[in-house]
């Protein structure tokens, strides 16, 4: 998170950097949890690195699709 702005009323805007890959299920959550009332907006910051557990399943998807071709 990187921050939070007060938009009047009660309308907050909330500012955070977050994985694409956890964004997939991110507008039905947030309807949920918000009785539909809160929208978002996306915008491309930057790639970065990963490791570990997200790239050893980045890697066996990606086999997986060579394979299939």
């Known amino acids: 998170m990187l921050g939070q702005e007060p938009m009047g ?11 694409q890959s956890e ?3 991110y507008s039905i ?5 918000t009785s539909g009332t809160a929208s978002f907006e996306m915008e491309f910051d930057h790639y970065s690195s990963i490791s570990g557990k997200t790239a050893d399943e980045v890697i066996k998807a990606a086999q997986a699709q060579k394979e299939e071709n």
């Open 23 to 25: 964004l997939l299920r």
């Open 29 to 33: 959550d947030l309807r949920s949890i």
């Open 9 to 19: 009323g009660e309308i907050q805007e909330i500012k955070a950097q977050v994985p």
